[in-house]
């Protein structure tokens, strides 16, 4: 593979999606064409792959296709219809949910999970988009399970809200252990894999982790690049609050990453989010 990639990046102007968009030489985005703002200039394929409506991608070849968009066997299955053999490898954006526990071993696939996906169903559910990928790809399909992402511009439930927290101060009501480890990979760690491994031609599957620590340990990073002062209190089990998980997944949260990643460390990844929150209006300082 040359220098210069043609990619086909599934969205392209979310969280994921962006940070590789960022990255490539020559992109092709495929999405409803919601964002118009970002990436001026690179080709855009509009659709959606949430009804089925792929007639954008009937013309064109890539060297690869970056998926990280697809939560259900049939949206992968659909995309690689839609594409044929027009292009040469599928990178799938799956998740350490597919683990059964500590080690290797994945977790049953689940063909006919519907939405909402929940704690039982997700991991399940992206085992059976690996196996579609690796079923009809073979060596040419990489498989890339990160821990929870993190990292500027998610607007999703996760570190975002533990900064939000620590913005405000004061007693942080936890519905969970303190002790309970957390592991967490920066966005663009995860962005450099991919486009390293797209770089490389590497199939296989890969781990993309980063720095562990404990939910103290977090809110005492977030405190610290806020400039505040947060008091944890442990309260009951009630409304669920990101990151936070049941004792029988705490052995989930210490992966190996994959050769050659990046690492960023936990503190400017927090500093990040900060400064982007604040910046785009995510949350109003304190």
Known sequence: MGAVMR????????????????????????????DTTLFPGVERRRGDRETGDYASLATGEWDAVV??????????????????????????????????????????????????LTNDTYGPSKVACEQEVLGRFGSRATIVRPVKVAGPHDN???????????????????????AQPVQLVDSRDLARLIVTLLTEDRGGAHTAAGP????????????????????????????????????DLWNTQHRAPAEG???TPLETTVTDVLTWAVTEGAFDPV
């Open 67 to 116: 998926d990280a968009t697809a939560y259900f066997p049939w949206q992968v299955r659909q995309t690689m219809d839609a594409l044929g053999d027009r292009v040469r490898r599928y990178l799938l954006v799956s998740s350490h949910a597919v683990f059964a526990g500590a080690g290797s071993e994945l977790r049953p696939a689940a063909w006919d999970a519907t939405p909402p």
């Open 212 to 247: 562990s620590t404990t939910l103290a340990g977090l809110m005492a990073v977030c405190a610290a690049a806020a400039g505040t002062s947060v008091e944890i209190v442990p309260v009951p089990p009630g409304p669920r609050f990101p990151l936070v998980k049941p004792r």
């Open 7 to 34: 990619v086909l990046v599934l969205g392209g102007t979310g969280f994921v999606g962006r940070a590789v968009t960022e990255l490539l030489d020559e992109p092709t985005l495929f999405n409803r064409g919601t």
């Open 261 to 263: 990643q990046t690492v």
């Open 156 to 178: 999703q439930s996760g570190l975002t809200d533990w900064v939000r927290a620590a913005v405000k101060g004061g007693r942080f009501e936890l519905p969970g252990d303190p």
